[in-house]
């Protein structure tokens, strides 16, 4: 690729992350599958009580799969009781590993607020997405993700809301 090429790449990749984040906080479960490969890896609930974390395989903390994503997802944000969240990305390391694939470390706080009647659950957590991109025809696609958290602050019942996944 050429240095012109590698920046619009590099672009590309921060335009499906920032807008996968925008897809979650708004809950736009039609958007969000479709900025992730078929074959997406997701490992990003290791922080969440055992019980509550998703499986696959016997191996928990893991989703695999862009439909089997948006359903863990949602499971966790599009319940009965309301939730707000605010999810941001900082200061990308992305590296061009080919011509098609990526790798990037992207620096995270995300903050999610439950409402149950007059009761308000909240989670502030700060930490790193380190990712895996793949270009599919035209589009940069993610297709692997491990949350780590560096950071994490809750009320006593944040995870009171959460269903198994």
């Known amino acids: ?7 619009l790449a590099i672009e590309a ?4 992350f920032a807008a996968r984040l925008r897809a979650l906080d708004e809950k736009r479960w039609d958007i969000y599958p479709t900025l992730h490969t ?3 890896v997701s490992e990003t609930w290791g922080g969440l009580p055992a019980d509550k974390q998703p499986r696959t395989g016997g191996i928990s903390n893991r989703v695999v799969g862009r439909e089997a994503l948006t359903a863990a997802i949602r499971g966790m944000l599009g319940t009965s009781t ?3 969240t605010v999810h941001h990305g900082h200061t990308p390391e992305i590296v061009l590993t080919s011509d098609t694939t990526a790798t990037g470390i992207w620096a995270m706080e995300d903050e999610l607020w439950w409402t149950g009647g007059d009761t308000e659950e909240h989670l502030h957590g700060y ?11 035209d589009e940069w696609l993610i297709g692997y993700r491990k949350l780590t958290r560096l950071r994490e602050t809750h009320t006593p019942g944040f995870f009171d809301y959460l269903a198994a996944l």
Do not use: S
């Open 82 to 84: 309301h939730v707000t």
């Open 127 to 137: 930490g790193h997405y380190h990712e895996e991109y793949r270009k599919v025809g």
């Open 13 to 16: 990749i921060k335009r499906v």
């Open 38 to 40: 078929d074959d997406v």
């Open 1 to 7: 690729m050429t240095a012109g090429e590698q920046a």
